[in-house]
């Protein structure tokens, strides 16, 4: 599920300017656009469970040891996209790391998987973000995440946005999740905007409305079944026909594009009157993919995988966010290779 390892690099922040850091390393030569991912990342540990407890309850843990490794949705899904493009184009990421001992870790692990962090700031007041996951037998996971760094962006605006403009320069697709606060996807979104630089919203993280404004300026927003459930005020979703209509709900609230991840029922893209070629209201579904070996491992970091591939093949599309007949094939197969791995 989550990311892998090498030597840090050295960075530096202010609260109120644009963050950066630096490596020894020379830059790799790319031949396409950059993939741009502005998120959150953080140390995961994962604790095996029989299950997971029930309000006011107790379990133990069916392992001695917990596993540590680099997670966060931003830095899961800016690795996954740094191997799915295979050295063709850049990813950039941008973060805030803490000022404890794990964040040279965190860094160098990104650093060793091609993705560039230079961008990306450090936060000496505070810890790394954390997410504690725990992972039942059949490989699904519930987690807690605690926000740590990845709540300690820039809170001068003037300086943020400067940093977000930046972070889209030469971007051929934006990835943004809900780890970081509102006002960091908002500042993206906007930036891109300007760019002329398709967005790429997962809906997880924050249990909150998504904002207007934000839901306005992405051009696909990615919740799984049980997001989608409660984006739309808590609207069914164990019907393909309920998914559409939730779906619906979002598109009504402003969203071009609502494709929605369901396991092991596939995906659906509700979408249409967008400037593209489809009608108003286009429903598309698409099966999923068998999980290597037929068993999932660690579903964590699935639904990061599909995003990384969506925007992957966003980036080596037709252009104007539009995806090829192939798109969510791929999305759907990485999703599906991320969860037979632990």
């Known amino acids: 599920g989550d990311v892998l ?29 950059v993939i741009s991912i502005i998120g959150s990342v953080n140390v995961d540990i994962t604790i095996k469970v029989a299950r997971p407890p029930r309000l006011h309850e107790t379990v133990m843990a069916t392992d001695p040891s917990v596993s540590i490794s680099v997670g966060g949705k931003g830095a899961n899904q800016a690795v996954a996209a740094a191997r799915l493009a295979a050295g063709t184009r850049p990813v950039r990421f941008v ?15 990104l650093i060793a998987n091609a993705v560039d962090v230079s961008l990306s700031g450090r ?8 997410g504690i996951v725990l992972l039942s037998p059949d490989g699904a996971a519930s987690s807690i995440v605690v926000g740590g760094a990845n709540t300690g962006w820039p809170t001068n605006a003037k300086a943020l946005e ?65 997001e989608l459930s409660r984006l739309t005020g808590g609207m069914p979703t164990g019907t393909d026909d309920e998914v559409v209509a939730a779906a619906n709900t979002l598109r009504a609230q402003g969203a071009r594009r609502v494709l929605v991840t369901l396991g092991e ?14 009608p108003e209201g286009t429903v598309t579904w698409h099966p999923p993919v068998e999980v290597p070996g037929g068993k999932v491992v660690d579903a964590t970091a699935a639904g990061d995988a599909f995003r990384a591939a969506l925007a992957v093949s966003i980036a080596e599309g037709p ?24």
């Open 95 to 109: 973060t805030q790391f803490g000022g404890d001992a794990h964040a040279p870790m965190l860094e160098s692990v």
């Open 123 to 130: 936060v000496p007041h505070l810890p790394s973000g954390q």
């Open 265 to 278: 029922r596939g995906a659906v893209l509700v979408s249409g009157g967008d400037g593209g070629d489809a």
């Open 319 to 342: 252009g104007g966010g539009q995806l090829s007949k192939h798109s969510l094939r791929l999305a759907a197969a990485a999703g599906a290779a991320a969860s037979a791995n632990k």
């Open 162 to 226: 400067a940093l977000m403009a930046t972070a889209v320069q030469g971007a051929a697709v934006l990835m943004l999740q809900r780890e970081v606060p509102e006002r960091v996807n908002i500042a993206a979104a906007a930036a891109a905007a300007v760019a002329r630089v398709p967005v790429v919203l997962d809906a997880g993280g924050q249990d909150a409305p998504i904002s207007p404004s934000l839901l306005a300026a992405v051009d696909y927003l990615c919740p799984n079944e049980s």
């Open 5 to 33: 390892t090498t030597p840090a690099s050295s960075s530096s922040c202010d609260a109120d300017a644009s963050c950066s850091s630096s490596s020894s390393s020379s830059p790799p030569q790319f031949l396409g656009a």
